[in-house]
């Protein structure tokens, strides 16, 4: 299948069918053989048109009298292809992306639609002056959100804490194609001979400076061609993320809970820093993704690692006083990691920041009565926002005199002066993160 029809084909489950765009982009790559050259301008296709949302049907609105909701699904998903080809890709000709773009209207069409799509894309094509953006000025949320492919409610938000030329660099790093970040499993190899292995296999690979496992691909075959990542001398992991567990510093014959496990990045390099010796718990509320972690241990080598499907705001009912330390990778809004889940900035709303807390809050109350006294517990999320992070931990620490908090940098693998710690993608350069430690006192 052709790059843009297999796109395509993507394009429409997610919009029909609600399929998440890198498990529906990783499914059917793997389906076909493509080469190098289709497998990543067909990623370009499906990340940028669903990154893009919004703003494409804003831009066709220049070219077309007929409302972009009532144009058949499929053939409004040829247009918004079509128009980011046009207005996004400049090494396609725009010849290229109309043509296509008009055969590909012919075989899931009619004869007017291939006469409405190759019009409105040929009109594009000439006059792109049609579209110019707001005046940044007199509609800076307009403007942020049309040029950067945020949601206004987003753009409010961020615009309000960092101003316009913060907010702007920003929302243009979402948009960048972030490196694959890869962890070392240390049980297996260390971080140099991986290095040269994955050179061998065709990746451009340097060490992280942000941990001592991490790695930074900057070009790579397809995952599924990667000797190391079959044979477990490596999990996908990004470097904010890695950190999580080292402020957690858990101790080979330990009883650690992780409570949020699923699907294991953590719970695996929680194991490594164990030296696979002791008892790790990984809870999540779904079987399925607890299969995930026990596959992603198996093929590590893990044998601690144990799992268990329960709500973990109950997790105190079994395992009150038992732990040395807990983790609590909270269920959150994922706003620092909108750059790798290109369709879930679309998925997001502004009642997740008044109602998520609510449940982070008591995840974490469960979690903690399970630390033993001298005990550690950390809390972590993949959001930048400060009522799902400083705020609950806050919150927690005023009802829970028996907790202190210790600063995380003291924990970090790299010089950080920080109590808590919050990392920004246009900031830091990884994934927005942010981790708290406390201990029990009693």
Known sequence: MEARELALKIINDIEGNGAYANIALSREINRHRLTDQDRRFTTELVYGTTKAGETLDWLLSHYSNRPMSKVVPVIRNILRMGIYQLFFLTKVPPSAACNEAVNLAKKYGHAGTVKFVNAVLRNAARSPEKAAYPDPKSEPVRYLSLKYFHPEWLVTLWLSCWGFDECEKLLKINNETPPLCLRTNTLKINRENLLKRLQIEGASCEASVWTPEGIVCLEHPALNNLPSLQEGLIQVQDESSMLVSHVL??????????ACGAPGGKSTHIAALMNNKGRLLSTDLHDH???????????LGITILETQALDATTLHLRYAGQADRVLVDAPCSGLGVLRRKPDSRWRKNQAMLRDLPVLQLAILESAAECVKTGGVLVYSTCTTEPQENEQVVEAFLRSHSEYTLEPVGSHLPVQRDAVTLQLWPHVDGVDGFFIARMRRLK
């Open 249 to 258: 510093a858990p101790q080979p014959g330990e009883f650690i809970i992780d």
């Open 289 to 299: 993704k607890l299969k995930l972690t026990e596959e992603n241990a198996k093929r």
